[in-house]
């Protein structure tokens, strides 16, 4: 025996001893260099997590005006889902004026929301009721989470949320090791057994039926290892899978892989992790799946593109079935539970749940408002959550409104193109954004960058100098609407016409600005004095430069729609200063909050002289260039606005605003050739197209510092009501009129008083 021994050792020495080496030498410094590369990775173990931008809640209330259209509109966007239970939260149904709403949890600036099921009962255009669908009583005030409206990745377009095991359901983890690794919390990497049932069940099958890697091997193609197939991928797998168990617990292995894990993907984004697959596939929290949709997603490990339940939805009703049997199979849940599993329908959003950056234009202003904050690379991959204040409700009717009335203008109008803000009166807070005809288009954003001359929408300024000093001025005073004639630096002679070609002799100033009439304005303005208007324009619009030029006075002066917004918010929001303003707050991946953006109104030293101005525009509204919404029907909310009108018809304006909204809306060509249009045949349309379907508050304009009386509009004097030409009109409190005009005779009295 002895000798055989020795004979054997003879002949296996060599091998051994290279064996040995071979280990020593290459194997050895091979392992370390792999246990240098798990550590580096998974030590500090992160993601590029994409910043998601999304719009405001919707917020509402009793008697809140809103429509069944923009309701339909907000739970679209919000991606809600139709169900004729509302069972589930992300789901809701419509009964006529009613909708029942399965509210989200969601996380706010203002505090964590939970899921709530609500009804929303509607009186024609407004809120009637709000009522908790649980226990019938009212609610005052509730809101619906908002809808993402753009996802902001960095060099890699991977959707991901990071959750810890306890943010799971617990039939998640637990049923994922009950399919893809039932001895997960035994082996040390790798599980010989399990290789070898596969390795029967394939050969058994004659095609691939069951997989023998571990978890832990599954995590290591997906963090370490390309996609070939080879046997040095295979040993390397093997071995990163040692080393990942020798150096971490289960706990931490298992946690990365239910965040690296791919499930899905949409175009070029790539869907890692349950909880961004719970999101993308169901729209919902992945913390309020049931037993059938966590089996589809468990069974989706296998093979996401082969088990995509909306392009093989009977391959993975089939897999998700089979799934539900072996959490069955492991005592997960029970039979009962199991029958009714299986007859659920899959249950899947009908699009992805990822929007890809539906609102560019929108997108730019937000940008630029961050700019100050965040540098320009902060932003982008950085986990943030940005809470702005998009309307997605209003910037899709806006949207529509704008290419429906383009369209109207006809083929010969084909090169067209338009811009469109709307803010809320009271806050600033930009709820639309339109940059072109196309509003998806990516490229010149004509509301922020297209800076064209206003026109006519200049005079609401003009008057609000004047009748910041009533003891010159009021909208009785009385002006000649003559001929003007300046000279210019270029030695040639300024002569402006009004848009009708008349002269319209002594007007009194509420005519002057209805009718629009140019020279009674300029005739107004130099006696102002070009620099206290142009002195007024450039503190509402800082970022711009103003020229005094007499031609000022007509709206010689380029600016973009979104500054057009800015200056006439300052009527809109009561005569006060206010930033507009796309962002609300910044909140980190953590949940801290890193930047709120309030806005701080102005001291508001001329608010009755801009109350007098926006009766004034309520005139025109009423009686002068944009009579056409009290056509449309939109009178009885008292609308303020102005059209306007540049040289030749280059740009046609109008901007106007409710109790609720201010709508700026620019119509033009890129080329800067006649439209043909003026504001009130081009602009206008679209705004009014866009207001009827945007419910609102009446226009109310506050009446302290203010007196109206009865005037006779040819004379400027006091007049008795009864006159038939008598004219109510508001004035500076203290400042009204004393002198009194008898009816003349020719003129008599109103029959009816």
């Given amino acids: 025996m002895s000798s055989f021994l020795r ?16 280990a020593a030498g290459f194997l050895v410094p091979y392992v370390a260099y792999l246990d240098h590369q798990v550590r580096a990775r998974f030590d500090d173990l992160s993601w590029q997590i994409p910043s998601r931008v999304l719009a405001r809640p919707l917020a509402l209330e009793r008697g809140q005006p809103i429509s069944a259209e923009l309701i339909e509109l907000e739970l679209a966007a919000a991606r809600y889902r139709r169900d004729e239970r509302a069972a589930l939260p992300g789901t809701y149904v419509r009964d006529g004026a009613r909708f029942v709403v399965y509210r989200r949890a969601f996380v706010g600036l203002d505090g964590k929301h939970g899921a709530r099921r609500f009804a929303i009962d509607l009186a024609g255009t407004r809120i009637g009721a709000l009522i908790d669908a649980t226990t019938g009583a009212a609610i005052a005030t509730e809101q619906i989470d908002p809808a993402r409206i753009a996802t902001l990745y960095g060099t890699t377009q991977e959707e991901r949320r990071v959750v810890q095991l306890e943010q799971l359901p617990t039939l998640l983890v637990a049923g994922l090791q009950a399919v893809e ?53 295979k040993i390397n797998e093997a071995l990163l899978a040692l080393i990942i168990e020798y150096r971490y617990d289960k706990r931490r292995i298992l946690e990365a892989y239910v965040n690296e894990i791919f499930l899905g993907q949409q175009g070029g984004q790539a869907i890692h992790g349950f909880a961004a697959a719970s999101e993308f596939w169901f729209g919902r929290d992945v913390a309020t799946l049931g037993p059938a949709e966590i089996a589809l997603l468990v069974g989706m490990v296998q093979g996401p593109s082969w088990y995509d339940p909306r ?133 010149f954003n004509r509301a922020l960058d297209a800076r064209r001359p206003i026109g006519s929408l200049v005079k609401p300024f003009v008057f609000l100098v004047a009748l910041a000093q009533p003891q010159r001025h009021s909208w009785a005073s009385l002006i000649d609407d003559a001929p003007v004639s300046l000279p210019q630096r270029d030695g040639t002679r300024w ?52 020229n005094p030029n007499p031609s000022l006075l007509l709206g010689a002066v380029e600016l973009s729609p979104l500054d057009v917004a800015q200056l006439y918010q300052y009527f809109a929001a009561d005569g006060h200063a206010l930033p507009l303003r796309a962002v609300r707050g910044v909140v980190d991946k953590a949940g801290r909050t890193l ?32 009579r056409a919404i009290g056509v449309a029907g939109l009178g009885d909310r008292h609308i303020a606005g102005k059209t306007g009108t540049s040289d030749t018809q280059r740009d046609a304006w109008f901007a106007g605003f409710d109790g609720s909204r201010l709508g700026v809306v620019w119509i033009g060509r890129d080329d800067n050739k006649p439209t043909a249009l003026y504001g ?74």
């Avoid at 050792?9 to 290279?18: M, S």
């Avoid at 978890?215 to 197939?229: F, G, I, P």
Wanted: proline letters at 4%; one cysteine or more.
């Fill in 7 to 22: 004979r054997l050792w003879r002949l296996l020495r060599a091998p051994l001893w290279l064996a040995v080496g071979f």
């Fill in 181 to 233: 690794d039932r001895s997960f919390k035994h082996h040390h990497g790798i599980d010989l057994t399990a290789i070898l049932r596969a390795a029967w069940a394939n050969l058994s099958a004659g095609r691939v039926v069951q997989g023998g890697s571990t978890l832990t091997q599954q995590l290591v193609r997906n963090l370490y290892l390309d996609r070939s197939q080879n046997a040095l991928r």
């Fill in 311 to 443: 392009r093989a939805p009977q391959r993975a009703l089939e897999r998700r079935n089979r799934v539900l049997g072996q959490f069955a199979e492991t005592g997960l849940i029970d039979a009962k539970l199991l029958a009714s599993s299986r007859a659920q329908p899959l249950g899947v959003v009908a699009t992805g749940a990822l929007p890809r950056n539906r609102f560019p234009a929108f997108l730019d202003l937000v940008r630029a408002q961050l700019a100050r904050d965040f540098p320009e690379t902060g932003i982008d991959a950085a986990g943030l959550t940005i809470h702005t204040t998009l309307a997605p409700s209003s910037q899709l009717v806006a949207e529509d409104a704008l290419k429906r009335t383009l369209e109207t203008l006809g083929p010969s109008q084909q090169a067209l193109e338009a811009a469109l803000v709307v803010t809320g009166a009271r806050d600033g807070e930009v709820e639309v954004l339109v940059g072109g005809r196309e509003a998806d288009a990516q490229g």
């Fill in 495 to 546: 002569t402006p016409k009004n848009a009708d070609g008349e002269e319209h002799g002594t007007v009194n100033l509420a005519d002057v600005l209805a009718n629009s009439w140019n020279l009674a304005t300029v005739q107004l303005g130099l006696r102002l004095g070009v620099d206290a208007v142009r002195g007024l324009l450039q503190s509402l619009a800082p970022d711009r430069t103003i």
């Fill in 595 to 626: 930047s709120r953006y309030g806005t701080k109104a102005g001291a508001g030293d001329y608010v009755t002289a801009a109350r007098l101005v926006n009766w004034g525009m309520q005139q025109v509204v009423e009686r002068g260039t944009a």
């Fill in 680 to 753: 009130s045949t081009g602009a206008l349309r679209v705004w009014i197209d866009l207001f009827k379907r945007l419910p609102g508050q009446d226009l109310v304009i506050p009446e302290d510092g203010i007196e109206t009386v009865w005037i006779d509009p040819s004379t400027g004097q006091r007049s008795d009501q009864s006159c038939r030409s008598a004219r109510r009109v508001p004035f500076a409190a203290g400042y009204a009129p004393r002198e009194w005009r008898e009816c003349a005779g020719s003129e008599g009295r109103r029959r009816d008083e």
